[in-house]
């Protein structure tokens, strides 16, 4: 069973910066695409941003030139960092990762962690 754990939300003023980390492990099979979600309050679950295992990077538009995500294999970690935080940037933010089992991939998902931003 493939666990991710969020880890480095908080609360930051606009402007701020915060950088989250998720950690997966259990997995034997190869972990393909990662991802961080996030989910403002009263809303629904969105994308930020994607990581494929060879480092190709794709973004939500409203976090182009302030977020990056970025991947570290050896320690099944992908990062986020979130630099000019908006009060919109308010959400829990979850991990997401895709594993290849055979013939399927499974989805797993992380237990989320909140960020929340003052103005």
């Known amino acids: 069973q493939v666990q991710l754990v969020e880890s480095g939300g908080g609360l930051v003023q606009a402007g701020g910066s915060l950088r989250l980390s998720c950690v997966a492990s259990?997995?034997?099979?190869?972990?393909?695409?990662m991802a961080w979600y996030r989910q403002p309050p009263g809303k629904q679950r969105e994308l930020v941003a994607t990581?494929?295992?060879?480092?190709?990077?794709n973004y939500e538009d409203s976090v182009k030139g302030r977020f990056t995500i970025s991947r570290d294999n050896a320690k099944n970690t992908i990062y986020l960092q979130m630099n000019d935080l908006k009060p919109e940037d308010t959400a829990v933010y979850y991990c997401?990762?895709?594993?290849?089992?055979?013939?399927?991939?499974?989805?797993?998902w992380g237990q989320g962690t909140q960020v929340a931003v003052s103005s």
């Open positions: 259990g997995s034997v099979f190869p972990i393909n695409t």
């Open positions: 997401k990762a895709d594993v290849k089992k055979l013939l399927q991939t499974v989805v797993y």
């Open positions: 990581i494929t295992n060879g480092g190709a990077t």
